[in-house]
C-alpha cells in the first residue's frame, strides 16, 4: 500500500493485492475489496484514521510480472431501482416521516443510520452483521431472538413464513460471520437483502410509519408469490465475462411482470373496507391495490361486504365508479382454502376493479356501455392476470354468444392480445361485430398506468 500524490496538497492511498485471478472476476472483486478495506482500517489503527480516509474512487487495475494488463471499474453490487412513481401511499409515508422527531441517541434514529451504512456497502459480510446490529436496537436482549423478529414483522405487516430464508437460518448466518469468521457464503447475497427488509420493517413500525412499497429490484422480498421465487433464483449462479475487445451490443429489454408487495395493504388510505369482512381484508386489499396500480394508482374504492339494493339473487359480485361488492359466498374461508376457490376471487377482483375504473371515467353501465364497461374489466383481467401473471389463456372459455356481456369480454381479452378471442371477434357479423370491433380499437390504444407502461417490452415503447 503506498501513497501517490494526485494533485497540490492531495494524496492518494493505493492498495495492492498479490493474487491469482479466480475464474469468475465478480468472486474475485468479492474477496479482493474486504482484504483491501481490512488492511486500509489496520493501518488507520496503528497511525489514525487520516491514512486512509474518505474513498475517492474504487477501480481494478490488473499487472501480472509488473505488466499492465487492463482495468475495471467496479461495477458489483450495484443495486438497480424500477422505475416506480411515488403514489399516495408513498407519499403518506413521506409525510408522516416529515413529523417524525426523534432524537440522535434514540433506538430509530441508530438504527437508521446503521442500515444507511450497511445499504451502502452492499451484500458483504460486514454489512450483514452490521444491520444485525441496527435490528439490535429495539430489543431489549444482547440480540433479538427468532420469536422477537417474527412478532415484530407481522406487527409490521411483514409474514416471516413468507421470508425466502427463514429467521432462523438468518440468525445461523448471522454467528458463522461474526464468531466463525466466515467472509462468503451461497446465501449472503439473499440474506443481505431480506435482513435489510427486516430491518426497513423494525424501523418503520418503531416510527410508525405505514404505507410505501419495498424497495430494491434485486430482494425477492420485494416481490408477491410466484415471482419471490423466480428472482430469487436469478440472482444465483451469475456469471462475470471478460471482453478484451469491444463490448457486445445491448439487448433490447424484455418485459417484466412485477407485482409490488405492500405492508398492511388494508390500511392504505386508498381503500375503505368493510369490517365485516374479517381477515379476508389484507388479501382483497392486496389484489385490488395491485389492479389500480396497473391502471389508475390515484383509484380510490370503497369495498363493501352487504349486497347492494335490488341485486339480482345470483349477483356474486358488482363494481361501481366508487366501491366494489363480494358475496359471503366468495369470501367463504372453506372456499378460500381451496386453490380453485383462491383464483376465483383474484379474478373477480382485478376485474372488478376494471368496471370501476370504467365508469369512473364515465361509461355509464346502461345500453351498450354495459358491454364497455364489461370488456375494460376483462382487458385489465387478462392483461394482469394472463399476459403478466401465470394464468394460461386456453383455459379461458371464450364465449360464443352475441349478448353484451359475451361481446365485451371478446373484445376485452381481444384488445389485450387473446388471439383466439380476436378470432371469434372477426366472425361475427352486423350490429355484434361493429360494436365489439369499436370497443376493442378503444382499448388497443389506452395505456396501462406507470410505472407497468415504463415496463413494458413492446417495441414502440423502447427508450430511444
Sequence with gaps: ????????????????????????????????????????????????????????????????????????DMRGRVRTYLPFEVNRADRRALDRLAELTASESSPVARAARLYRRAALEGPTADAYAMLWVAAECFSEH?????????????????????????????????????????????????????????VRTLIRQEAEIEGGWWPAADNPAGFSAPFDAAVATAQQDRETEWHRDDLPPVELPAELRVPRRTANPHLDPRLQIDPRIGDSAPLIAACVLDAIEWIDPEMSLRIDYERPPNAPSDLTSAA???????????????????????????????????????????????????????????????????????????????PRGTDLLSLGKLAGWAAAGDARALARLKELEGDPHHLAASILEVLAKTPLAAPVHLLDGTAENQPA
Aim: aromatic fraction near 6%; charged fraction near 25%; proline fraction near 4%.
Design 1 to 72: 500500500m503506498r501513497r501517490e500524490e494526485v494533485a497540490t496538497n492531495g494524496v492518494i492511498t493505493l492498495l495492492s493485492i498479490t493474487t491469482t485471478p479466480p475464474e469468475s472476476l465478480e468472486d474475485g472483486f468479492a474477496v479482493w475489496r474486504p482484504q483491501a478495506l481490512a488492511a486500509a482500517g489496520m493501518l488507520a489503527a496503528v497511525l489514525d484514521e487520516r491514512v486512509a480516509g474518505r474513498e475517492v474512487f474504487e477501480d481494478a487495475i490488473v499487472f501480472h510480472e509488473g505488466t499492465f494488463i487492463g482495468a475495471a
Design 142 to 198: 444482547r440480540s433479538p431472538s427468532k420469536k422477537d423478529i417474527e412478532k415484530a414483522l407481522k406487527a409490521g405487516g411483514m409474514n416471516p413464513d413468507g421470508l425466502p430464508i427463514s429467521i432462523g437460518r438468518l440468525i445461523e448466518l448471522r454467528g458463522k460471520i461474526q464468531h466463525h469468521g466466515v467472509e462468503s457464503d451461497d446465501r449472503l447475497t439473499m440474506a443481505f437483502y431480506e435482513m435489510e427488509a427486516v
Design 320 to 398: 361501481n365508479a366508487e366501491r366494489l361488492w363480494i358475496s359471503e359466498e366468495m369470501l367463504d374461508p372453506a372456499t378460500l382454502d381451496e386453490p380453485k376457490g383462491f383464483v376465483s376471487l383474484v379474478w373477480e377482483l382485478v376485474r372488478l376493479v376494471g368496471f370501476a375504473y370504467a365508469q369512473r371515467i364515465g361509461i355509464e353501465s346502461r345500453g351498450n356501455g354495459v358491454a364497455s364497461v364489461e370488456a375494460m374489466g376483462c382487458w385489465l383481467q387478462y392483461l394482469r392476470l394472463v399476459k403478466h401473471g401465470e394464468l394460461p389463456a386456453e383455459e379461458l372459455a371464450i
